[in-house]
Nanobody, 115 residues
């Protein structure tokens, strides 16, 4: 079992920045890819960014150049640095961890960007 706890969400004006953190606990040695997803009201959950255990990254086109995902394997933590935030980035952001044959999710943290 893996437990994920996100933090760092909040209210920010357009053009501002936020940093999300997600700490994993439990059987963390089996975690491979970690990532951030988001879900806006009335929309499907979508991938924002993902990072492999070795550091390879993948981003949604909508956040490329503005968001940066990073990972500290020693601390079992994944980060999402978000810059130049836009109102359309408003959503609940979920942390995700993939292990063999299973995927774990955090409870989510709200990010609200005002115009």
């Amino acid at each position: 079992q893996v437990q994920l706890v996100e933090s760092g969400g909040g209210l920010v004006q357009a053009g501002g920045s936020l940093r999300l953190s997600c700490v994993a606990s439990g059987i963390t040695a089996n975690i491979r890819t970690m990532g951030w997803y988001r879900q806006a009201p009335g929309k499907q959950r979508e991938l924002v960014a993902a990072i492999s255990r070795g550091g390879s990254t993948n981003y949604a086109d909508s956040v490329k150049g503005r968001f940066t995902i990073s990972r500290d394997n020693a601390k079992n933590t994944v980060y999402l640095e978000m810059m130049s935030l836009k109102p359309e980035d408003t959503a609940v952001y979920f942390c995700n961890a993939g292990v063999i044959l299973n995927v774990y999710w955090g409870q989510g943290t709200q990010v609200t960007v005002s115009s």
